[in-house]
Each structure stands twice: as C-alpha cells, then as structure tokens.
C-alpha cells in the first residue's frame, strides 16, 4: 500500500513518521525500513487528535501521539514529533506543545523554534540504574520508560558483541520494549548507538540516539551535585544537547535537544 510520510532528520538519526492509519505496523516498518534511498533508521505512526465530537474527551481528545514501530520510547522522535506537531498547527516562535509519546505514560512537553529547526524535550529520568556482568567487566545500565542502555566504554562496536550484550541482560533483567548498547570511545568521547527493538526484530546502528544520549548524560554526569550540568554528546550523525539536573544523588530531570530537519508530507513508494 501507498503511505504518505514525513521524513525527520534529528542528528541523522532518520525517522520516518507514518501519517495514514496502518493496520500492521511492524510489517510497514519493515517495508520503509528496507527502501535504503529513505536511509530510515525508525518508524513511527502518527495518531492525530479525535475529531471534534468524537467520543474521546478531554485534553487526551485534544493531544497528537506518536507511536514508536515496537511500541518503544524514543527521544530524538519525541523532539522531532513536537516540531511536525507544532507546523502542522500552525506555530511560530518559542513555543512549547504538549504530545503523546509511545513508551511513557504522561504527556511530553517539546519546547520548539519553529523557524530554526530546533527542539528539546524533557525525557522521563531512568526508572534504576544497573549493573551488567560482561566477560570480566561491569557495564553500566539505565532502564528507562520503554527502553534500557547499557553502556559500553572502549568496547569495539560490531553486532557480535552487541548480540553478547543482549543475551547477558536478557538473561539478568526483565526484557524491555527496546534495548540499546551505547559503544562509547572516551579518548574520542565519542558514541556509537545500536538500537534492538523486540516488536520488530531489528537491530540498527544508528547515526544518533535520544534517549541513548540522555543515558550517557546521566553516567557522566553521576559524580555532579546539585544542580544542572549540560553535556553534549558526539555520536557520527552530530550531536545532542543534553541537560541533567541533580539533587541528592537523584536525577530531577534530562532533557535533549537540538536541530531536527522535517520533509514536507510526500508519498511512499515515492513516484
């Protein structure tokens, strides 16, 4: 079938936002993630607001949802949704909207400059911090809403090892909706994110990950005191703005941002 798209561009982590309803998800994920001129990374399918006089009510009728391809959390198409959301409002300026995000259960609020191309949003702070015994090392790990990083500094990045790391976690934790390894250069301070999302069965290396960014803010921020401490974070598609704010050991809040480039509506198989 024909799907109208839009293709968002946060740090080259390419996501491809599906605009029309879609029976099976995970096999039209699959499709647009096999079309490599997309160069797509994710898919996620947009749930625009209820009709007015629709039976949902409330500011949950009135709220635009982005559901992720394996129904996991992902920052980088969190930001990039408030920014398709607040042109297809049509915004302008500084503004903050509200959405609904697949992975968490509260509304997220995306700050956006419209005309810039720029977005943050405030992430869900990570739910426990683990430890992961790894042939002979012990790898930090985040479980957050949705998906859990494992960390891994000065680990050579290839799908051997990340499929080890997978099985060690799935064999000490509860499996999560997606599960990330962030292979970490710190000579280079440098990341490298490869994504595994159980509802689909993929693996990608990505170009650059939200929420793997807020992860690996949160570790190297972990010895901060009180306070916000901003970290930005390299990974080979560019780099994300991270913000951690501490207090009494505590994570109070994360937040990612950056410039996102959005596609205008088009149709997929493209003409």
Known sequence: MNFEIVVADPAKNITIFVLNPVADRAAAARE???????????????????APGGSAAGSAARLWRLRMM??????????????????????????????GMSGVTEELPVRVR????????????????????????RL???????????????IPPDEKTFARIRAGLEGAFARPAALGVLFYDTSAACMRPAVYVYGTGSLVVESSCGSGSAALAVWKTRRQGDGEAACMVSQPGGIIETRVS?????????????????????????P
């Open 32 to 50: 647009l993630l096999a079309d490599r001129s997309l160069e797509a990374e994710q898919v996620g399918f947009v749930i625009p607001p209820a």
């Open 140 to 154: 930090p790990a985040y479980v957050f809403d949705g998906i859990t990083h494992v960390i891994a500094p000065d």
């Open 246 to 270: 501490w207090r009494g050991g505590a994570v109070q809040r994360v937040s990612i941002g950056g410039k996102v480039g959005l596609s205008g509506r088009m149709l997929w198989p493209l």
């Open 70 to 99: 394996g129904g996991e959390f992902c920052g980088n198409a969190a930001r990039s949704f408030g920014l398709f959301v607040a042109r297809e409002e049509g915004l302008s300026g500084d503004q903050t909207v509200a959405i």
């Open 114 to 137: 419209v005309e810039e191309g720029w977005a943050a949003v405030e992430v869900p702070g990570p739910l426990a911090a683990e430890t992961l015994d790894f042939e002979g090392r």
